[in-house]
């Protein structure tokens, strides 16, 4: 079977090698040469992943079977539908039911048309004078948000990045002057405390396969705090749950992801592809704080990893609707990713800077390595102005993947890189346990 992957960053080089042990041939287009990738697919096309028409042109050229779209950009640009009016069958959901992340707006009131538990109070608006009244209203424990597209960077939140309601009308003024997210319009949401996780799951329609939980993190800098990006690292548990959160908190949020596909298909918007959840674990349960209509990024490192059914198989079960005929497992294993990414990342990162990476001594210390967006030039490897490459420790308990992760990246060097090595570490999960259990009295 011939499959495409779309797109070129470290989740994507996940998808590949998931690809490849189902012993499929790999196809690849990219906008930036990732080497992890280069080596193991059959053929490759360096281009802009969004660019409808070429993509489509390389994958009837190439007599594909099956697409896998990776980011978000291109599923709104609509690749997927072009690819499905050749015939083509792509794991990954249409541009309408990818709506349910790239129009924030839609995602609310989806949910609260459909009277789905798990949402947060919100309204969007085209108006600032309007958005200032339920700002207020709100005392301004609010999140401002653009309405479409932001690669996860355009959310400000009380606290965090503004201190009051003067700040928060100022940052919607300018989400709707500047067309933030590509349209003047604002998304002002309740702001939801707690802690935060990530469901991933398949989806064929109708039946959805959870898998286990994950915790991201956005916050650039230790300790959660600077600029949100496009997610640091992330740890998920050998019991399939995170150390501040039980199987109820779970559950709810599986038939919360359940409960907003089966909308979708209500609505003439059929998912299939996979479903992203990501949640606030609040005092009251599971808060939705944005849906994702592909793999998270660098929560799919977390799972696919883990799989142990043939993932391609699962792909072809998601787009004919099989899904509910297939026994999907994981490994009882935790794990520990962290992103390495260049000076500066999130403000003003160093970009065609080299860094060097020993891939054999990885491999030895039994970590996994993957690329994101670097670029090879001359068996050399450059940064770019985003996440470079990450790392992924596997062991019984997180706190040995952890050790694991850390000495793999001593086998990374460059003089321009950063990383957050509190990720998974003891002292940073202490703390996400005990503010839940001061959320819950
Ligand atoms: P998003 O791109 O919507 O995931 O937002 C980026 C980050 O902002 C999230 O991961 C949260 O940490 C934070 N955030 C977004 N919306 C809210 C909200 N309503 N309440 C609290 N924090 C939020
Ligand atoms: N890790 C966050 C995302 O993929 O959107």
């Not at 287009?29 to 490759?44: E, Q, S, T, Y």
């Not at 060097?356 to 039994?366: H, M, Q, S, T, Y």
């Not at 706190?399 to 570490?425: N, P, Q, S, T, Y």
């Amino acid at each position: 079977m011939k499959v495409l992957v779309i797109g070129g960053g470290a989740r994507e080089h996940t998808i590949c090698e998931a690809v490849k042990r189902s012993d499929a041939e790999l196809y690849s287009i990219m906008k930036n040469l990732n080497p992890g990738i280069r080596r193991i697919a059959r053929d490759f096309y360096l281009h802009d992943e969004t660019d409808v028409e070429k993509v489509t042109e390389y994958a009837v050229s190439k007599n594909i079977d099956l697409a896998i779209v990776g980011p978000e950009a291109p599923e709104e640009a609509g690749i997927t539908n072009a690819l499905r009016e050749k015939g083509i069958a792509v794991a990954s959901p249409s541009k309408e039911a990818a709506e349910i992340e790239t129009n924030k707006e839609f995602m609310r009131s989806l949910m609260e048309r459909h009277g789905i538990i798990g949402t947060l109070k919100s309204r969007a608006f085209s108006d600032v004078r309007e958005a200032k009244k339920f700002i207020e209203m709100m005392d301004g424990e609010v999140a401002v948000k653009p309405v479409g597209l932001t690669g996860g960077k355009g959310v400000k939140v009380a606290g965090d990045h503004f201190r009051n309601i003067e700040e928060a009308v100022k940052y919607a003024e300018e989400v709707i002057t500047k067309k933030i997210g590509g349209e003047a319009r604002v998304l002002i949401e309740e702001k939801a405390a707690g802690e935060e996780f990530t469901i991933q799951a398949f989806c064929d329609g109708s039946t959805i396969i959870p898998t286990p939980a994950v915790q991201d993190h956005k916050r650039l800098l230790p300790g959660d705090d600077g600029p949100n990006t496009g997610g640091m690292g992330s740890y998920s548990d050998a019991s399939g749950l995170l150390p501040f959160m039980d199987r109820n908190d779970y559950e709810e949020a599986v038939s919360i992801l359940q409960g907003i596909v089966e909308a979708m298909g209500r609505e003439g918007r059929d998912y299939r592809g996979v479903i992203y959840g990501q949640f606030m674990l609040t005092g009251e349960g599971p808060k939705v704080i944005e849906i994702n209509a592909r793999w998270g990024d660098p929560e799919a490192m977390n799972i696919l990893p883990l799989l142990k059914a043939d993932f391609v198989d699962i792909c072809m079960a998601m787009v004919e609707g099989k899904l509910s005929r297939k026994r999907v497992g994981f490994e009882r294993k935790s794990t520990v990713c962290k992103y390495v990414v260049p000076e500066g990342y999130g403000t003003n990162p160093m970009a065609d800077k080299e860094i060097f990476v020993d891939e054999n001594a990885i491999k030895k210390e039994g970590g996994q390595l993957f690329y994101a967006s670097v670029n090879e030039r001359d068996g050399k490897i450059y940064t770019t102005r985003s996440r470079s490459l990450a790392v992924v420790g596997i062991a019984d308990r997180i706190e040995e993947a952890e050790k694991i992760c850390e000495k793999c990246l001593e086998h990374v060097k460059g003089e321009h890189i950063f990383i957050r090595h509190d990720i998974g570490k003891k002292e940073l999960i202490q703390k996400r346990i005990d503010h839940i259990a001061m959320l819950r009295g």
